[in-house]
């Protein structure tokens, strides 16, 4: 059974910043993409940032700049470092990995982590 353990959320104030880890582990045998997505009270679940596994990112309009994603491929990790923080920010944060299990890759999540940004 694979699992995604998501950890570095928090309270920080406007201007701050947080660094999210997101570790896969379990019988996978692969990981392809990896990404984290953010929903906010009364608003759809929209993605963030993403990886693959060569390196490849893409980025929301509303977070170029700020944000930056990266992976560890030896410990199955994502991270996203938050940078220049706004109140707009505020959401619960999923890590989501495409993951190659026996012979299929299916999408997995994490149980989300809460950011809030507030002064």
């Known amino acids: 059974q694979v699992q995604l353990a998501e950890s570095g959320g928090g309270l920080v104030q406007p201007g701050g910043s947080l660094r999210l880890s997101c570790a896969a582990s379990?019988?996978?045998?692969?990981?392809?993409?990896m990404g984290w997505y953010r929903q906010a009270p009364g608003k759809q679940r929209e993605l963030v940032a993403s990886?693959?596994?060569?390196?490849?990112?893409y980025y929301a309009d509303s977070v170029k700049g700020r944000f930056t994603i990266s992976r560890d491929n030896a410990k199955n990790t994502v991270y996203l470092q938050m940078n220049s923080l706004k109140p707009e920010d505020t959401a619960v944060y999923y890590c989501?990995?495409?993951?190659?299990?026996?012979?299929?890759?299916?999408?997995?999540w994490g149980q989300g982590t809460q950011v809030t940004v507030s002064s």
């Open positions: 989501n990995a495409h993951i190659t299990v026996i012979s299929k890759e299916d999408p997995y």
């Open positions: 379990g019988s996978l045998l692969s990981i392809n993409a």
């Open positions: 990886i693959t596994s060569i390196g490849y990112t």
